[in-house]
């Protein structure tokens, strides 16, 4: 999919050859169409969209970009939408693309889709939070009752799949479509005809309940090396499951959301967004950082004596800043991390606490020891800043990494995420009071 193969579609599509751009496309993956179309303007995705059959173009949909695709709907009908590529969609792609439109447009859709128990679905679907299993889960599965025989069984199964792209797992229900079990694909073959399917069933499978948090299904498919898992309602009822390929979009998108709020990005943003959007994701932390320097020169700008009695004083601002930011992402980084992947908990918040500070001194001893042989050679043993320096330093180490410590898991009691506390909101706290540090302790002992 490199440029001049785009360039050739793209002069294709303006010579309106038809044939020849469905001879390219037919032999490509539904992923590797969706990167063509998310390299062209909608006009020309749209004459893509028209050579294409029903289910490949519902595939490709799924796998093209959010903006591109959003771009795309909003040239289409609901009636086109809706018996072009929701009809030929699982539920949970089904529900995510209806969740890019206006509720105008959805219930428009709704109103177009022939299969009742589909539409009755994407409604139901549609009323979870999109961050909970239940907004990521698909009600496509294949399903057997407990009470079955083995012939019974496979004849159920048979027909279920038919209407199914992939089996992940057979699951076992009761009378009263509680969850209770999965059937082993392997029991079918070995065990007698006469069996029941509840005699040879996994009992008491891996769940997760419709309002459990994503990540929290993250990491049970994770923890449990599952390809998908059942999701159920408040009194046990099996109503769909999410499956590994959902799962990592999702660790995929919280991925690139940590990474940009730690960098200091007020809300998501791509490459190819426009300047105005991307200014205002950038600006705010700009602008509280632009804040903080302002309030660090205000505290420099009271020591004016202290400077011109030791002016060397000065050299060593952007040590004592830039080594109090290090140390506070760094531990603020190893929070978040074990925040994420729940090998740490922030109930334990004072032992980790204690941790971080044995490691801080240790850390903070042999930098503070190496500044110090520095400037005792550089400027004698009796000059102010050859002690305070390292003073400083040792105080602004052990400050800057307890309280990028504390910041994450005090979030993550708070219900806010703790990646922001790994961006430049620790760096410039840590920034500020590392000066405040440094200039007291160089007053006192002058």
């Keep these: 999919m490199n440029e001049e193969y785009i360039d050739n579609v793209k002069h294709l599509i303006e010579q309106k050859d038809a044939d020849t751009v469905k001879g390219l496309l037919i032999d490509l993956h539904p992923a590797d169409i969706a990167e063509l179309c998310n390299d062209l303007n909608p006009e020309a995705a749209k004459f893509i969209y028209r050579l294409l059959d029903n ?51 959805q219930e428009e859709v709704l109103s177009h889709i022939e299969d009742i128990e589909q539409a009755g679905d994407i409604v139901d679907l549609l009323k979870y939070d999109e961050n909970t299993a239940g907004g990521l889960m698909g009600t496509e599965m294949v399903l057997v009752n407990e009470n079955w025989s083995m012939p019974e069984c496979l004849k159920e199964m048979r027909q279920q799949a038919e209407e199914l792209d992939e089996i992940y797992y057979v699951y076992v229900i009761d009378d009263d479509e509680r969850l209770r079990g999965i059937f082993p694909l392997k029991k079918m073959i070995t065990s007698p005809s006469v069996s029941k399917v509840k005699h040879v069933m996994q009992k008491d499978p891996i769940s997760v309940h419709v309002d459990t948090p994503i990540d929290e299904v993250v990491q049970a498919i994770e923890k449990y ?33 940590d990474y940009q709020l730690a960098s200091g990005l ?154 922001i506390a790994t961006g430049p909101f620790i760096a410039i706290t840590n920034d500020i009071i590392g000066m405040m540090l440094y ?6 002992l002058s």
């Design 225 to 257: 090396d599952l390809v998908a898992i059942p999701v159920i309602d408040s009194i046990g009822r099996l109503v769909g499951q999410i499956t590994v390929d959902d799962v990592m979009d999702e660790v995929r998108e919280q991925s690139e959301r």
């Design 266 to 419: 007020s809300q998501d943003v791509e490459t190819d967004d426009n300047v105005l959007k991307q200014t205002t994701a950038r600006l705010p932390w700009l602008l509280i950082g632009m804040i903080g320097g302002i309030g660090n020169s205000m505290i420099l700008g009271n020591f004016d004596a202290t400077f011109a009695a030791h002016p060397e004083m000065a050299l060593y601002i952007p040590l004592i800043g830039g080594t109090g930011g290090n140390v506070g992402t760094q531990s603020s980084a190893i929070i978040v991390q074990g925040l994420a992947n729940s090998s740490l908990d922030a109930k334990n918040t004072f032992k980790q606490v204690t941790k971080e500070a044995v490691v801080a001194l240790i850390n903070a001893t042999i930098i503070s020891l190496l500044v110090y042989t520095y400037n005792f050679i550089r400027f004698g043993a009796t000059a102010t800043v050859t002690y305070s320096v390292s003073i400083s330093l040792f105080a602004v180490v052990m400050f800057a990494s307890i309280f990028g410590t504390l910041v994450p898991m005090t979030l993550e009691k708070l219900k806010i995420d703790p990646a």
């Design 439 to 444: 200039m007291g302790i160089t007053v006192l």
């Design 55 to 105: 289910e490949i173009a519902a595939d490709v949909l799924v796998e093209m970009d959010e903006d591109a695709r959003k771009e795309l709907l909003e040239m289409l009908p609901s009636e086109t939408i809706a018996k072009r590529f929701v009809d030929y969609m699982d539920t949970d792609d089904a529900v995510d693309l209806m969740r890019e439109l206006d509720e105008d447009k």
